[in-house]
């Protein structure tokens, strides 16, 4: 128990904030369950953060990762369910965790599990071939409203973020595609470059392997505000030359994936405040950053009723576009 | 030969006392997560990648790497030695493999397993030394129709190959074919087939299969046969694993055949598993006696093998210079390369080429390195055969069970296993084919993905199958191996005939 | 004991079972064939229905046989003795399977081992016991402390403190 007070303290004072005094502490070994298979976004999130902990040794209790990606990730969620009122169980996703229960039929509810923080936004770009003959936004939406259902759209999985964004575009800008379902996004990076598609909706880090050699480039990508600058990727050009969808000129703003953490329902508060500081911590550290950065992701801690307020807003937007395509579950 | 000196400046990046070491250790270490069922190489991955995330990316990637080498090793071992596939790409090694070791030649099958696997491993590490960038622009041109294709030929090469029932074979795959749809259906975000039961969310794994059908299965009917592993206390001598060796290159053309088929399923989408299902089915088909297939003939050990491994290296391929992971190990790979700051991609082989070309030379280094320990550990392993079977049986069921819960940590795979170790052992002594179950649930989800994708593609026209050169060259294949077993039997009577009338 | 026309006939209807409610799980979705291809629930209804018919083709075939006198359906599939052999080993595996789910896959482990070593293989106490115990020190080192995989564990393992 002494070496644990002193570990937490030297964590604290190495990040120059003061914790205060911790009400609760991991007792057992943490199980940090991600809600998707080796190898995805999820993944790498939940493994980064682990690996963060550990170094920095901001607990002193083991960590064990598990992967439950089926269904989505509903079978990460539900074993997070399963873990009631057990603070030892920490579930790593996305929006995922209150969208999921909508589009299909599963054993969970978002009550089932309790709000801990988001670390960082992922975003989204419109991408096209590196031949095609679009280099604006506008200019690719025109030319697929001149022929409704003839382009085509690819994106990982169905009825997930990338469907719904396309079809949010389809309604705001009237434009229509044939959406075609990949396993993932490393698949539509790939089927774009090969022009089997003609666009997709990658996240920064699935496209630029591909865009760094000039088989892709991106339109616009739907952030309130430009990407952060960095080195130029491919002929001069970096994340923070793309223009937003709105300065496009595009009548849609923002769609952003949340990089989510979760407890069980029915924990004790202490332990969600503590979890949450430790996000807070590790979301500071340089590797983090650095981690953001490469990935090109936006770094944006939330938590508590911030965080809350966003997986709101965020629900009704989704919910919206769910209920227009009547993919909604009874 | 610009690549030539690249990979020489490669061995210069790898051949460090500190990368060896690495290499070792690795190989090490993925021999035990192979010899465990359940417990395969991308979980192993997985596993290692946060120790990893303080290396340098070269060493990081030797290491995960060389784990990835020795479980392909060690699963090849027990599914010779106890017919319990450690690695779902060595199910195909059980069919003659664990014959071999019930004859008392478990030496002989180790070896020839591990060495050919070698020869396999090389086959796919030179092409990717030669070829990169030629085979990164041939694989951009593949789009769901032509993954279909790709399916559709290892499975017409599997068909028509058993002399079991064709109902019972239709059963079989059927069955398989089921199981694979069950879980989250990625084409249409529906979640099917799992009747409101949570545990079936996550589809029922491949892995979990095998353990029972292949692992519990033989046990059971071992039992009842009362032969307790009858003749496997052969002795073991160094010898034979070097007389072994003399032996392997009369089996040229089956080592060249499968080394092709693989190469080619590791930069197609088929993966090892299918790759290794593949090339066993074609060695059957044209060797001059099929019949000794299934009952310990060394041609249906090599050519799995060399075919597994031949993919496995291959596979790095799309990896790197696509992002495509060629198996599931690889896709684990790629999420460390992403950690580590590496973004695979057509550009990784000239901005990083230390990176690129030192894992390319340690691909050498670490299947050398990995022949030579596993061909060490031969003679343990094969003595482990000498324990009387009222310890080792046990042990090995206790070792299945555990390896089904370690798979996806379900209480409910222990059931399945069990269900699936009767369900094995019934087929079995009633002559159902075990081969296609195992084969439709490796890959009939991913044929049916394609099939459906290719279908929004054209917008249900099947005409999209015969739409450009490559995809109908593919089908063509596919139909001509679908329909020779059809052809066969009336040519080979056509030409019995014309033999009986000389005489 | 078990002859082989009531074996295959069983196995047929049990894979018939199967086909069915794979059929009856894929009507829940479409299983037609619409603008964009089969529905999500057309694969899996034919696969059902092809198994179904296929076993009903085998169960035809067997009874067709067994009238017709033919092709050794009275063998005997399962005799006395094999049942036994395979009885004596698959109560207890069965045995190691109830008590993983309950007591925890360590416990089950040592339990089984020695069962099956002390009383089935005639080995003395302290073999027994130092095998299976080794056996399961080897899982929990290997598993839990190098591999960081927890197994299935029951009440027990708290009480040592692991």
Same mark, same amino acid.
Not at chain 2, 261 to 275: H, L, N, V, Y
Not at chain 3, 14 to 32: P, R
């Given at each position: 128990?002494?070496?644990?007070?002193? #570990?937490?303290?030297?964590?604290?004072?190495?990040?120059?904030?003061?914790?205060?005094?911790?009400?609760?502490?991991?007792?057992?070994?943490?199980?940090?369950?991600?809600?998707?298979?080796?190898?995805?976004?999820?993944?790498?999130?939940?493994?980064?953060?682990?690996?963060?902990?550990?170094?920095?040794?901001?607990?002193?209790?083991?960590?064990?990762?598990?992967?439950?990606?089926?269904?989505?990730?509903?079978?990460?969620?539900?074993?997070?369910?399963?873990?009631?009122?057990?603070?030892?169980?920490?579930?790593?996703?996305?929006?995922?965790?209150?969208?999921?229960?909508?589009?299909?039929?599963?054993?969970?509810?978002?009550?089932?599990?309790?709000?801990?923080?988001?670390?960082?936004?992922?975003?989204?770009?419109?991408?096209?071939?590196?031949?095609?003959?679009?280099?604006?936004?506008?200019?690719?939406?025109?030319?697929?409203?001149?022929?409704?259902?003839?382009?085509?759209?690819?994106?990982?999985?169905?009825?997930?973020?990338?469907?719904?964004?396309?079809?949010?575009?389809?309604?705001?800008?009237?434009?229509?595609?044939?959406?075609?379902?990949?396993?993932?996004?490393? &698949?539509?990076?790939?089927?774009?470059?090969?022009?089997?598609?003609?666009?997709?909706?990658?996240?920064?880090?699935?496209?630029?392997?591909?865009?760094?050699?000039?088989?892709?480039?991106?339109?616009?990508?739907?952030?309130?505000?430009?990407?952060?600058?960095?080195?130029?990727?491919?002929?001069?050009?970096?994340?923070?030359?793309?223009?937003?969808?709105?300065?496009?000129?595009?009548?849609?703003?923002?769609?952003?994936?949340?990089?989510?953490?979760?407890?069980?329902?029915?924990?004790?508060?202490?332990?969600?405040?503590?979890?949450?500081?430790?996000?807070?911590?590790?979301?500071?550290?340089?590797?983090?950053?650095?981690?953001?950065?490469?990935?090109?992701?936006?770094?944006?801690?939330?938590?508590?009723?911030?965080?809350?307020?966003?997986? #709101?807003?965020?629900?009704? &937007?989704?919910?919206?576009?769910?209920?227009?395509?009547?993919?909604?579950?009874? | 030969?610009?690549?030539?000196?690249?990979?020489?400046?490669?061995?210069?990046?790898?051949?460090?006392?500190?990368?060896?070491?690495?290499?070792?250790?690795?190989?090490?270490?993925?021999?035990?997560?192979?010899?465990?069922?359940?417990?395969?190489?991308?979980?192993?991955?997985?596993?290692?990648? *946060?120790?990893?995330?303080?290396?340098?990316?070269?060493?990081?990637?030797?290491?995960?790497?060389?784990?990835?080498?020795?479980?392909?090793?060690?699963?090849?071992?027990?599914?010779?030695?106890?017919?319990?596939?450690?690695?779902?790409?060595?199910?195909?090694?059980?069919?003659?493999?664990?014959?071999?070791?019930?004859?008392?030649?478990?030496?002989?099958?180790?070896?020839?397993?591990?060495?050919?696997?070698?020869?396999?491993?090389?086959?796919?590490?030179?092409?990717?030394?030669?070829?990169?960038?030629?085979?990164?622009?041939?694989?951009?041109?593949?789009?769901?129709?032509?993954?279909?294709?790709?399916?559709?030929?290892?499975?017409?090469?599997?068909?028509?190959?058993?002399?079991?029932?064709?109902?019972?074979?239709?059963?079989?795959?059927?069955?398989?074919?089921?199981?694979?749809?069950?879980?989250?259906?990625?084409?249409?975000?529906?979640?099917?087939?799992?009747?409101?039961?949570?545990?079936?969310?996550?589809?029922?794994?491949?892995?979990?299969?095998?353990?029972?059908?292949?692992?519990?299965?033989?046990?059971?009917?071992?039992?009842?046969?009362?032969?307790?592993?009858?003749?496997?206390?052969?002795?073991?001598?160094?010898?034979?694993?070097?007389?072994?060796?003399?032996?392997?290159?009369?089996?040229?053309?089956?080592?060249?055949?499968?080394?092709?088929?693989?190469?080619?399923?590791?930069?197609?989408?088929?993966?090892?598993?299918?790759?290794?299902?593949?090339?066993?089915?074609?060695?059957?088909?044209?060797?001059?006696?099929?019949?000794?297939?299934?009952?310990?003939?060394?041609?249906?050990?090599?050519? *799995?093998?060399?075919?597994?491994?031949?993919?496995?290296?291959?596979?790095?391929?799309?990896?790197?210079?696509?992002?495509?992971?060629?198996?599931?190990?690889?896709?684990?790979?790629?999420?460390?390369?992403?950690?580590?700051?590496?973004?695979?991609?057509?550009?990784?082989?000239?901005?990083? *080429?230390?990176?690129?070309?030192?894992?390319?030379?340690?691909?050498?280094?670490?299947?050398?390195?990995?022949?030579?320990?596993?061909?060490?550990?031969?003679?343990?392993?094969?003595?482990?055969?000498?324990?009387?079977?009222?310890?080792?049986?046990?042990?090995?069921?206790?070792?299945?069970?555990?390896?089904?819960?370690?798979?996806?940590?379900?209480?409910?795979?222990?059931?399945?296993?069990?269900?699936?170790?009767?369900?094995?052992?019934?087929?079995?002594?009633?002559?159902?084919?075990?081969?296609?179950?195992?084969?439709?649930?490796?890959?009939?989800?991913?044929?049916?993905?394609?099939?459906?994708?290719?279908?929004?593609?054209?917008?249900?026209?099947?005409?999209?199958?015969?739409?450009?050169?490559?995809?109908?060259?593919?089908?063509?294949?596919?139909?001509?191996?679908?329909?020779?077993?059809?052809?066969?039997?009336?040519?080979?009577?056509?030409?019995?005939?014309?033999?009986?009338?000389?005489? | 004991?078990?002859?082989?026309?009531?074996?295959?006939?069983?196995?047929?209807?049990?894979?018939?079972?199967?086909?069915?409610?794979?059929?009856?799980?894929?009507?829940?979705?479409?299983?037609?064939?619409?603008?964009?291809?089969?529905?999500?629930?057309?694969?899996?209804?034919?696969?059902?229905?092809?198994?179904?018919?296929?076993?009903?083709?085998?169960?035809?075939?067997?009874?067709?046989?067994?009238?017709?006198?033919?092709?050794?359906?009275?063998?005997?599939?399962?005799?006395?003795?094999?049942?036994?052999?395979?009885?004596?080993?698959?109560?207890?595996?069965?045995?190691?399977?109830?008590?993983?789910?309950?007591?925890?896959?360590?416990?089950?482990?040592?339990?089984?081992?020695?069962?099956?070593?002390?009383?089935?293989?005639?080995?003395?106490?302290?073999?027994?016991?130092?095998?299976?115990?080794?056996?399961?020190?080897?899982?929990?080192?290997?598993?839990?402390?190098?591999?960081?995989?927890?197994?299935?564990?029951?009440?027990?393992?708290?009480?040592?403190?692991?």
């Amino acid at each position: 128990m002494k070496n644990l007070c002193i #570990a937490a303290g030297l964590a604290a004072a190495s990040f120059g904030f003061a914790s205060g005094a911790q009400a609760w502490q991991p007792t057992k070994p943490v199980e940090f369950v991600v809600t998707s298979g080796p190898g995805g976004g999820t993944d790498n999130f939940a493994r980064v953060v682990q690996s963060i902990i550990t170094k920095h040794k901001l607990f002193d209790q083991p960590i064990v990762v598990v992967n439950k990606g089926g269904g989505s990730g509903a079978e990460g969620f539900i074993h997070g369910k399963a873990g009631k009122g057990d603070p030892h169980r920490v579930v790593f996703g996305t929006n995922n965790a209150y969208l999921l229960p909508y589009v299909a039929k599963l054993g969970y509810k978002y009550s089932d599990l309790t709000p801990v923080a988001a670390l960082a936004l992922d975003e989204f770009i419109i991408w096209v071939n590196g031949s095609a003959p679009y280099n604006d936004a506008k200019s690719y939406i025109d030319a697929v409203k001149a022929k409704p259902g003839t382009f085509r759209m690819a994106g990982s999985q169905s009825k997930d973020t990338d469907q719904t964004l396309t079809s949010m575009i389809q309604i705001a800008t009237g434009a229509k595609w044939i959406y075609v379902p990949f396993q993932g996004g490393g &698949a539509a990076a790939v089927q774009l470059a090969g022009a089997h598609v003609d666009s997709n909706t990658n996240n920064p880090n699935e496209n630029v392997g591909q865009w760094k050699a000039g088989q892709v480039k991106p339109l616009c990508v739907f952030s309130p505000n430009r990407l952060a600058k960095s080195e130029p990727v491919f002929e001069g050009k970096g994340w923070g030359d793309i223009p937003t969808c709105k300065e496009a000129g595009l009548p849609l703003e923002t769609f952003q994936m949340p990089r989510t953490v979760w407890l069980p329902a029915e924990v004790p508060a202490d332990a969600v405040a503590f979890y949450a500081d430790i996000m807070e911590k590790v979301s500071k550290t340089p590797e983090w950053q650095e981690f953001v950065t490469r990935t090109a992701q936006t770094g944006r801690f939330m938590t508590g009723k911030e965080f809350t307020d966003f997986i #709101a807003k965020d629900d009704a &937007a989704n919910a919206k576009v769910f209920e227009a395509e009547g993919w909604v579950v009874k | 030969m610009d690549n030539v000196a690249s990979l020489m400046h490669g061995f210069s990046v790898a051949l460090t006392t500190h990368h060896v070491l690495l290499m070792m250790a690795g190989v090490l270490l993925g021999i035990l997560v192979g010899v465990l069922p359940g417990l395969g190489a991308p979980n192993g991955v997985s596993l290692l990648l *946060p120790l990893t995330f303080s290396m340098d990316p070269v060493s990081a990637i030797i290491l995960l790497t060389s784990l990835y080498w020795g479980a392909l090793f060690g699963g090849s071992t027990t599914s010779i030695l106890f017919n319990i596939p450690g690695e779902p790409s060595s199910v195909a090694t059980t069919f003659d493999g664990h014959p071999m070791a019930k004859q008392g030649r478990a030496t002989e099958a180790l070896s020839f397993a591990f060495l050919s696997a070698g020869f396999g491993a090389m086959a796919g590490v030179i092409l990717i030394t030669l070829l990169s960038g030629w085979v990164a622009n041939f694989a951009l041109k593949f789009s769901s129709p032509e993954y279909f294709a790709v399916y559709f030929m290892t499975f017409a090469s599997f068909i028509g190959l058993g002399g079991a029932s064709p109902l019972k074979a239709i059963v079989s795959m059927g069955i398989g074919f089921a199981l694979a749809s069950i879980g989250m259906d990625s084409v249409s975000g529906n979640v099917r087939l799992t009747f409101e039961f949570d545990a079936l969310l996550g589809g029922v794994s491949f892995l979990i299969a095998v353990i029972g059908l292949f692992g519990i299965g033989e046990l059971l009917l071992t039992m009842e046969e009362g032969l307790k592993f009858d003749g496997v206390q052969a002795k073991v001598r160094i010898g034979d694993v070097l007389r072994t060796a003399a032996k392997l290159p009369r089996y040229w053309l089956a080592l060249l055949r499968s080394s092709i088929i693989g190469i080619w399923m590791g930069i197609t989408p088929g993966g090892p598993t299918a790759a290794s299902f593949m090339s066993y089915a074609m060695a059957k088909r044209s060797s001059r006696h099929p019949a000794k297939f299934g009952k310990g003939e060394p041609e249906g050990v090599i050519s *799995p093998e060399t075919a597994d491994h031949a993919a496995g290296s291959a596979a790095m391929l799309p990896m790197l210079a696509l992002g495509i992971p060629g198996s599931a190990t690889a896709a684990v790979m790629m999420g460390g390369l992403m950690i580590w700051g590496l973004n695979p991609g057509p550009t990784l082989f000239t901005e990083r *080429p230390d990176f690129v070309w030192g894992l390319i030379a340690s691909m050498y280094l670490g299947n050398v390195v990995a022949v030579i320990v596993v061909l060490a550990t031969v003679p343990l392993f094969a003595s482990i055969l000498r324990i009387p079977f009222a310890i080792i049986g046990p042990i090995i069921v206790a070792i299945c069970f555990i390896g089904a819960f370690t798979v996806a940590a379900k209480p409910f795979d222990i059931w399945l296993a069990l269900a699936f170790g009767i369900v094995g052992y019934v087929f079995k002594k009633l002559d159902y084919p075990i081969a296609p179950l195992v084969l439709a649930m490796v890959i009939g989800d991913k044929a049916e993905d394609a099939f459906r994708q290719s279908m929004i593609f054209s917008q249900g026209s099947l005409s999209i199958f015969w739409s450009n050169p490559l995809v109908s060259t593919l089908m063509a294949i596919g139909l001509i191996l679908l329909l020779l077993p059809l052809v066969g039997p009336v040519a080979r009577r056509l030409r019995g005939r014309t033999a009986a009338r000389t005489v | 004991m078990i002859t082989r026309f009531w074996a295959e006939s069983a196995t047929a209807v049990a894979t018939m079972v199967f086909g069915l409610v794979i059929v009856k799980g894929a009507l829940e979705f479409g299983i037609g064939w619409d603008s964009s291809g089969p529905q999500p629930g057309a694969f899996p209804f034919y696969t059902g229905l092809l198994v179904a018919l296929a076993s009903l083709g085998t169960l035809a075939i067997t009874i067709g046989k067994r009238f017709a006198g033919s092709g050794g359906l009275q063998e005997i599939s399962l005799d006395g003795e094999q049942f036994r052999r395979v009885a004596a080993f698959f109560l207890p595996l069965l045995g190691f399977v109830l008590l993983s789910v309950t007591l925890g896959m360590y416990v089950a482990t040592i339990l089984y081992l020695v069962f099956a070593m002390r009383f089935q293989g005639g080995y003395g106490w302290l073999p027994s016991l130092a095998t299976a115990i080794g056996a399961a020190a080897f899982f929990y080192l290997a598993l839990e402390k190098f591999f960081q995989i927890g197994l299935l564990k029951g009440p027990l393992e708290p009480l040592l403190g692991l």
